[in-house]
């Protein structure tokens, strides 16, 4: 994800809603991200598709790297072998 320019990056809602299909094809193409005020506060953030995947993939990787810490800190750890097995298991369908 790119630094947010405050210059180009920022603006009202009413700017966005006159210049919609303008915005949503400079996030397509720039990937970069939109912040939509509402009263001269956030209301919301405006993405690309691909950014959001991207965001999503680091989220569940990292989602599945703590809870295999979880599990190892709970002793829930397969062995070598049990490993294999379980692996095993898996590829056969059973």
Do not use: C, H, W
Not at 1 to 20: C, H, Q, T, W, Y
Not at 37 to 64: C, H, M, W, Y
Request: charged share 30%; glycine share 6%.
């Amino acid at each position: 994800m790119k630094n947010i320019s405050v210059s180009s990056d920022i603006v009202p809602v009413g700017e966005f809603k006159a210049s919609l299909a303008k915005y949503l094809r400079e996030i397509k193409n720039k990937r970069n991200s939109l912040i939509i005020t509402q009263n001269g506060k956030p209301a919301g953030v405006l993405i690309s598709p691909s950014e959001f995947d991207e965001l999503r993939e680091t989220k569940l990787f990292i989602d599945s790297i703590s809870r295999g810490l979880s599990n190892s800190e709970r002793g829930e750890v397969y062995s070598t072998s049990q490993l294999k097995n379980e692996l095993r298991k898996f590829r056969s369908g059973k």
